[in-house]
């Protein structure tokens, strides 16, 4: 009766920590509560953040659905408090980063106005289309510069001169 005790308590503890690892790295999806910009728990402001929209949005959403659904909203909201953790401080957010970075499961993506990679959210609202669109044919400009930069080098008599001394 002892050893299937010890393997159920430590059967437990595995699963205990696990949960802890996920919920402390945002579950995989960079979710998190954001108890900074929160009116009561940040779970609002952290779901605002999360699908990059404003607090104020998400916020309207949950008391409307709060006066439509009920108590389930309620219970929602304190599933959500209990279920997300904190966001990291920003001196933990790079530690967490490399973490979250390290789990297999978790797909990244470049974030450009930060450069840095972070895990991929499932919604985007940051910019518009017309905006995406722009910031794309300016870095196929950029591309396409480079490309032809290359090019007349590369046909120049100076990558000529260059490729003879470096077979010296």
């Not at 909203?73 to 304190?78: D, E, G, P, S």
């Not at 967490?96 to 450069?115: G, L, P, S, T």
């Amino acid at each position: 009766m002892g050893r299937r005790y010890r393997r159920r308590h430590r059967d437990y503890r595995s699963r205990h920590r696990a949960y802890q690892s996920r919920r402390r790295n945002g579950w995989g999806m960079n979710l998190y509560r954001n108890t900074r910009a929160g009116k009561c728990c940040g779970v609002c402001a952290g779901l605002a953040d999360h699908w990059e929209v404003e607090h104020w949005v998400i916020r309207l959403a949950a008391v409307i659905l709060f006066l439509v659904a009920g108590p389930l909203v309620f219970w929602a909201y304190i599933a959500g408090w209990i279920l997300l953790a904190p966001r990291p401080r920003r001196s933990d957010y790079r530690r967490e980063e490399y973490i979250v970075a390290e789990d297999e499961n978790v797909e990244m993506e470049y974030d450009e106005r930060h450069h840095a990679y972070r895990p991929r959210k499932m919604f985007r609202y940051g910019e518009s289309t017309s905006v995406r669109l722009q910031k794309a044919r300016e870095r196929l400009d950029a591309a396409l510069r480079r490309v032809e930069d290359m090019e007349s080098y590369v046909t120049s008599r100076q990558y000529e001169l260059n490729n003879e001394f470096s077979k010296l």
